[in-house]
């Protein structure tokens, strides 16, 4: 069983940055894939980043290519999700998310861990 919490979220003007981390314990395995996905109220969970076991891998949406990058250091069990130049959409919930597997994903249903979530707002 494994366990994910995220934080770093909060409230940033337009254009400015952010750092999540998600800190995974239990029964880890630093062959999981990770993922972060986002909900905003009304809208369906979206991808946003994910990265494969080896950390060779990753894959972004489209609509943060160029602004968020996601890492992972397997060593400490963490992956984090770097924001930059934010944008009022991307105020959602942002939660982590870890599969049973080493390739990246980016369907939420292929995860099998998931946090509780951290808020990021993101004003105009």
């Known amino acids: 069983q494994v366990q994910l919490v995220e934080s770093g979220g909060g409230l940033v003007q337009a254009g400015g940055s952010l750092r999540l981390s998600c800190a995974a314990s239990?029964?880890?395995?630093?062959?999981?894939?990770m993922g972060w996905f986002r909900q905003a109220p009304g809208t369906e969970r979206e991808f946003v980043a994910a990265?494969?076991?080896?950390?060779?891998?990753?894959y972004n949406a489209d609509s943060v290519k160029g602004r968020f990058t996601i890492s992972r250091d397997n060593a400490k069990n963490i992956v984090d999700l770097q924001m930059n130049s934010l944008k009022p959409e991307d105020t959602a919930v942002y939660y982590c998310?870890?599969?049973?597997?080493?390739?990246?994903?980016?369907?939420?249903?292929?995860?099998?861990?998931w946090g509780q979530g951290t808020q990021v707002t993101v004003s105009s």
């Open positions: 998310a870890a599969r049973g597997g080493s390739y990246a994903y980016t369907r939420s249903d292929k995860y099998d861990y």
């Open positions: 239990g029964r880890t395995d630093s062959s999981y894939a």
């Open positions: 990265i494969s076991g080896s950390g060779h891998s990753t």
